[in-house]
T-cell receptor, first 116, second 113 residues
């Protein structure tokens, strides 16, 4: 089945460690996104990528880094510079512009990161 | 993107129609209204979108006022599985949102048995 996978579902790290969250899609989508969600809040955009080897900062990119070496994969690294890394992280992708799939973002199941 | 206002929570009886309002008084002419929902601890799910005409799909109907300053999402026969946070988002189409979506706090819809 086509979709977006994020792993792991729960992740625990010690403060000061970098951690990389996985996001893979087999939908053949060009655009991919990373969002962060804090309890009781909406989603905030961290980074997005419209095409391989290109990505842009979102609203809260500080303390995060991404790469887009393959169309299918858009990993997010939470660095030790991120002041409050504990959150629910969601990855999404979108169909090609101009297609009927372009208006909808497909979300993965999310990774809940806890840093102590 | 234009700002949206939604009630923080709503209750609806199972089997009844759930009507979720959204105000977007500063919407501009090229902005669409999108609705997503998020079931607890899952990723958001697209529901429907529209520009100015009313829209219907297998999940819901979207009613947009003539002045486009507000809209209502209608779930015609709510079930317990429709309990979720519903987000109303206004943004230009621009190919679907090349720079991501802005999610507010949404409306927590609780379907009562």
């Amino acid at each position: 089945d086509g979709g977006i996978t994020q792993s792991p579902k729960y992740l625990f790290r010690k403060e000061g460690q970098n951690v990389t969250l996985s996001c893979e899609q087999n939908l053949n989508h060009d655009a991919m996104y990373w969002y962060r969600q804090d309890p009781g809040q909406g989603l905030r955009l961290i980074y997005y990528s419209q095409i391989v080897n290109d990505f842009q900062k979102g609203d809260i990119a500080e303390g995060y880094s991404v790469s887009r070496e393959k169309k299918e994969s858009f990993p997010l690294t939470v660095t030790s510079a991120q002041k409050n890394p504990t959150a629910f992280y969601l990855c999404a992708s979108r169909g090609p512009q101009g297609s009927h799939l372009s208006y909808e973002q497909y979300f993965g199941p999310g990774t809940r990161l806890t840093v102590t | 993107d234009a700002k949206t206002t939604q009630p923080p929570s709503m209750d609806c009886a199972e089997g009844r129609a759930a009507n979720l309002p959204c105000n977007h008084s500063t919407i501009s002419g090229n902005e669409y209204v999108y609705w997503y929902r998020q079931i607890h601890s899952q990723g958001p799910q697209y529901i429907i979108h529209g520009l100015k005409n009313n829209e219907t799909n297998e999940m819901a109907s979207l009613i947009i006022t003539e002045d486009r300053k507000s809209s209502t999402l209608i779930l015609p026969h709510a079930t317990l599985r429709d309990t979720a946070v519903y987000y109303c988002i206004v943004r230009p189409y621009s190919g679907g949102g090349a720079d991501g979506l802005t999610f507010g706090k949404g409306t927590h819809l609780i379907i009562q048995p």
